[in-house]
């Protein structure tokens, strides 16, 4: 799978490109000109969750198809009601949605979003929910004439003791790390030179698959 960021001075645009300094060609995956956008990835928070989907689509990288990013203004949730712009703008037919849990239930996170959906005046056709967690669920969805996929992956661990669930629950058990805090800067304090290994590490499909399930299920339905 290949990559289109319509801003490629935007900061997702940038991190991605970054991890080519540690041995991922991004090259490989980056287009600067796309000829048909088959699937929109919406970033609802934003870093390390950009160098976790630019790595993912490395892993990808024999699909023919083409993403683009974004990262839109609205957070968490809220970033599920630009899929009207996006549907008016764009092409695509499948739209992959990456949060964080934070400190909500996934029953109360999952409808909350299908409150968006409404709000929108969608359809939700029909939604299953897929293993890892459960944090993984899919919509089949249609608007007007307009049939298409929302594919929602919360971010986050069970096994994690931490407040809030976040993308960091993931990389910090990577590292070793079962509990803390404030996951976020718990990454952050671990340095650069660690935080870089950890995530060379992920080039190796087998400890992405077993640290990322949700995401790795997600994308492989791409």
Known sequence: MKLYFSDPTSRPAININRLSRIT??????ILSTPSEIDTLIVLGD???EDEIV???TWHQRANPKTA???KPEKHHTDSFCTIRAYLESLKARCFLFIIDQDNVPLDDLFERIEIVFHEQGITLTSSHRIAADARLKVYECAFASRQFRVIAVISGLADFEAPAHEIED???KLAGIDAAQDAKKSWNQLGKERREAILRSLKDEKVLQAAFP???IAFSML
């Open 24 to 29: 991922y060609n991004m090259k490989e995956i």
């Open 46 to 48: 934003g870093s390390p």
């Open 54 to 56: 630019g790595i993912l």
């Open 68 to 70: 683009g990013v974004v």
């Open 170 to 172: 993931h990389l910090l």
């Open 214 to 216: 949700q995401h790795f």
